[in-house]
């Protein structure tokens, strides 16, 4: 099976890391970030699973 789209970046052109290196726009890590282009879709949807659920830490409208 292949997959045939590449999952877009979450990016939201708020690009400012906080004191632990976790993106305050789409809440990915420098490493994330570093190396989206690189990963297959399955480590994509990965990372954006935890990006979310970092955001949910600190964004009270998630649940």
């Not at 490493?31 to 690189?38: A, K, L, P, R, S």
């Not at 297959?40 to 964004?59: D, H, M, T």
């Amino acid at each position: 099976m292949t997959e045939d789209k590449t999952i877009p970046s979450p990016c939201i052109s708020i690009c400012a890391l906080d004191k632990n290196d976790i993106c305050t726009g789409c809440y990915r890590s420098a490493d994330e970030i570093t190396q989206w282009g690189g990963l297959p879709n399955n480590k994509k949807r990965e990372v954006i699973l935890k990006a979310f659920e970092r955001e949910k830490k600190v964004n009270p409208f998630l649940s």
